[in-house]
């Protein structure tokens, strides 16, 4: 793939130079590759907040003994294990401004008139991270359940002795035992946003304009609509280049934890 | 009093979080059942939801299209992953589980590796390997041999993790009474290790039947997988919506069967593959 990013692949030439930089060079020349960073920037850092928030507060409702839990877990956990790229279409049939459940009936009925969803690009990010969230949460929630599950119940029961009420022992059980699961769980999420495509495609294919354009729909948009596989080689370089930076930040966090 | 109001407010998060990830799904369903898709401007939710005809017509449609094509194309390459990666990995594993040194101890970090590779710029490396330099492309091997990177190393070390906890002493046992040692792999082991087993497959099965990226890029109209054929509806402004929620109704289907059977399973496939 290194190879690919310093070489010139483009649509119908039979050799392929290598042209060192210069791959590089034009993508960082490029509006729209600032604008796809800070696209992803925005992305990742909304989704993980959001989706690891969400399967906290799911888990820790969950992780009581109520009636029905597996048949509430079991509905909460399907759309994860649903092709992405139906889901992403389910998505935007229910946000369609004309047919659609929530753009055409709840909204309105609510008194909220913003016309079509996906057609406004301050609205179509907030779309998209919504059915990120609401897609992976799930996942994110039967990570930290296992975490959770893990803590001896006993802790708990000797802190009410001592006279914790439940949102100490939640500050001083729950979290500190929990930080290595949730540690965990940001490393798999935040890969998971660096990397997103699949509903984003199907959704808005990075509109309206550029507004949802993260940076694997970009260098999808470069490799083949602009048919330049070099430099969208060069932009996938670059994605790993932040993917691992961004673990081996997190990793040392993590050791400190243990 | 104080517990009461912790168990209402309880009920009251699930409820809503069953409402967010159920409404969705049985609106895809109830959908596919709808005779042409109609504007749902200035009508009450009982129309919305009931005040129609239920009709087959959109599952006739496309069934008679090239879905069904693509339809028995996913089959082939989820059901063939699945297999290659039990008739490797479980002999893989089963070795690695009975053998103790620095290299199956460092095994770990790389089999978690392969599962966070960065996918798209691993697509474009994949993509120009399969139409330059091996002639796969458009054939249902190349996705299987993408999907087998993916997840032989996830299956191994489920497997290994759980071969490792099968007491040895059984071994020995059967071993004395004349079995060979793959004797005791088919008749001892893979018996008890019947749990390990189904949940890689149902997770290995997940993973190949919804994967969108590489399918859509490796594949064309010949080997087009139904993830595949679902893309050739974006560019599309009116989407004939009936046709659209029968084939997710059909696609979800075995995820569908798989949670209301196998649940605890596709929990812990998927928990660890994450912690451990």
């Keep these: ?60 409702t969950l992780n009581q003994n109520l009636r029905g839990t597996n048949v509430f877990r079991a509905i909460i956990i399907l759309p994860f294990t649903i092709a992405p790229i139906i889901t992403g279409f389910t998505w935007r049939y229910l946000f369609d401004s004309n047919q659609g459940l929530v753009g055409a009936f709840i909204l309105p009925s609510l008194g909220i008139h913003i016309g079509s969803i996906l057609g406004n690009p301050l609205n179509a990010l907030i779309a998209v991270v919504f059915v990120d969230v609401w897609t992976k949460a799930p996942f994110m929630f039967l990570i930290i359940l296992a975490g959770l599950q893990g803590i001896s119940p006993s802790l708990y029961r000797a802190a009410k002795i001592d006279g914790a009420g439940a949102l100490s022992s939640f500050r001083h059980i729950t979290l500190p035992l929990l930080r290595k699961v949730l540690i965990i769980a940001v490393i798999l999420k935040v890969i998971d946003s660096v990397n997103a495509f699949d509903q984003i495609y199907v959704m808005t294919r990075g509109g309206p304009g550029n507004a949802t354009q993260v940076l694997g729909i970009h260098g999808y948009l470069i490799a083949f609509s602009s048919s330049d596989i070099g430099q969208a080689s060069a932009l996938g370089v670059i994605m790993v280049i932040i993917s691992v930076v961004a673990i081996t930040f997190l990793i040392r966090v993590y050791n400190k934890a243990t | 009093m104080k517990l009461n109001i912790m168990r209402i407010l309880s009920y009251l998060v699930i409820t809503g979080a069953a409402v967010l990830y159920g409404v969705p799904i049985i609106w895809i369903i109830v959908s596919s059942f709808k005779p042409v898709s109609e504007a749902l401007t200035g009508y009450s939710l009982g129309q919305v939801l009931f005040y129609f005809t239920p009709t087959l017509n959109a599952y006739n449609r496309i069934l008679a299209g090239p879905f069904t094509a693509d339809l028995i194309n996913s089959i082939i390459v989820a059901t063939s992953t699945v297999l290659i990666c039990l008739a490797l990995g479980v002999p893989a594993a089963y070795r690695l589980a009975r053998t103790k040194n620095a290299f199956t101890r460092n095994l770990a970090a790389w089999m978690i590796s392969t599962r966070m590779a960065p996918v798209f710029a691993l697509s474009l490396s994949f993509f120009i390997l399969m139409t330059r330099i091996i002639p796969l492309y458009d054939t249902v091997f190349a996705l299987i041999t993408v999907y087998l990177t993916f997840n032989l190393s996830l299956s191994i070390w489920i497997l290994m993790g759980y071969f490792e906890g099968v007491p040895i002493e059984l071994e020995r046992a059967a071993m004395i009474d004349g079995a060979s040692r793959l004797q005791t792999l088919t008749k001892i082991i893979l018996p008890i290790s019947k749990p390990a087993i189904i949940t890689v497959s149902i997770i290995v099965f997940l993973f190949s039947w919804n994967e969108f990226l590489f399918a859509f890029l490796l594949t064309s109209t010949a080997a087009r997988t139904v993830p595949a054929f679902v893309a050739d509806f974006v560019g599309i402004v009116v989407i004939d919506w009936p046709a659209m929620t029968a084939i997710s109704t059909l696609f979800m289907l075995p995820a569908l069967i798989l949670l209301t059977f196998a649940q605890k399973y596709i929990v812990k496939g998927l928990t660890m593959g994450a912690l451990k």
């Excluded at chain 1, 649509?11 to 509006?31: C, E, I, K, R, Y």
């Design chain 1, 1 to 60: 793939m290194i190879y690919l990013s310093i070489s010139q692949w483009k649509a119908f030439l039979l050799d392929h130079p290598l042209v060192g930089v210069t791959n590089f060079v034009n993508l960082f020349s490029l509006a729209n590759f600032y604008n796809s960073l800070r696209v992803s920037a925005e992305f990742v850092a909304l989704t993980v907040t959001f989706s690891i928030l969400f399967g906290l507060v799911l888990s820790l």
